[in-house]
């Protein structure tokens, strides 16, 4: 069973912050937050991970809470190319580590 | 650089037909994955490898599902006397890349699927 929760589905207005938020309450030390998303007919694309600390890339910023137990993905300026469902996961580093998907979130932006 | 590819795209198979799927990791990816992905539904984990050794097989369904990486590079699941609910997309991911340490050592990137479609 995946270890997170995430809303099923948000609507953002193109040109918006698009903020798309990921429980999981019971992380452990070593597990880091990853984020993909799979745009329709596609393979799922990485997007950004991090462990505690804030984090942002070219793509967006993670920001996790100060106890772990939540993460909230921030697409800064959402194009209605950023349609898609988003996976939040966790998973420790080890090498064979398998990706447990639950139902993600599927965002809508709208023009 | 290229990415994982992943071939044919698109398979349409007839009830009992074997079927091979083919995927091309990140060159210098030492571990390469394999989910399944439902309609709908979020990809399911089936297999593992690192290099050319299998070290987790346990989510492949069924013994009809085998799974190959003879010289640790390119891999192939093949699925035996393919049934209706075999029709999936089938994806597969690569991590480990050297030179790289910790968790971006561990990124999974994942290629274009293969969706298969059992009539």
């Known amino acids: 069973d995946a270890k997170t929760t995430q809303p099923p589905s948000m609507d953002c207005a193109e040109g918006r912050a698009a903020n798309l938020p990921c429980n999981h309450s019971?992380?452990?030390?070593?597990?880091?937050v990853y984020w993909y998303r799979q745009i329709h007919s596609q393979g799922p694309q990485y997007i950004i991970h991090?462990?505690?600390n804030n984090e942002t890339n070219e793509m967006a910023s993670l920001i996790i809470t100060e106890d772990r137990k939540s993460s909230t993905l921030i697409l800064p300026h959402a194009t209605l190319r950023d349609t898609a469902v988003y996976y939040c996961?966790?998973?420790?580093?080890?090498?064979?580590?398998?990706?447990?998907f639950g139902q993600g979130t599927e965002l809508s932006v709208k023009p | 650089g290229a990415g994982v590819s992943q071939s044919p795209r698109y398979k349409v198979a007839k009830r009992g037909q074997d079927v091979a799927l083919r995927c091309d990791p990140i060159s210098g990816h030492v571990s390469l994955f394999w989910y399944q992905q439902a309609l709908g539904q979020g990809p399911e984990f089936l297999t593992y490898?690192?290099?050319?050794?299998?070290?987790?097989k346990s989510g492949l369904p069924s013994d009809r599902f085998f799974a190959e990486r003879p010289e640790g590079s390119v891999s192939t699941l093949k699925i035996q006397r393919t049934q209706q609910e075999d029709s999936a997309v089938y994806l597969c991911?690569?991590?480990?890349?050297?030179?790289?340490?910790?968790?971006?050592?561990?990124?999974?990137?994942f290629g274009p699927g293969t969706r298969l479609l059992v009539l």
């Open positions: 019971t992380i452990s030390g070593n597990e880091y």
């Open positions: 490898f690192q290099n050319e050794a299998q070290l987790d």
């Open positions: 996961i966790v998973r420790a580093p080890f090498p064979g580590g398998k990706l447990i």
């Open positions: 991911a690569s991590s480990l890349a050297r030179g790289l340490a910790g968790a971006a050592r561990e990124t999974q990137y």
């Open positions: 991090g462990l505690k």
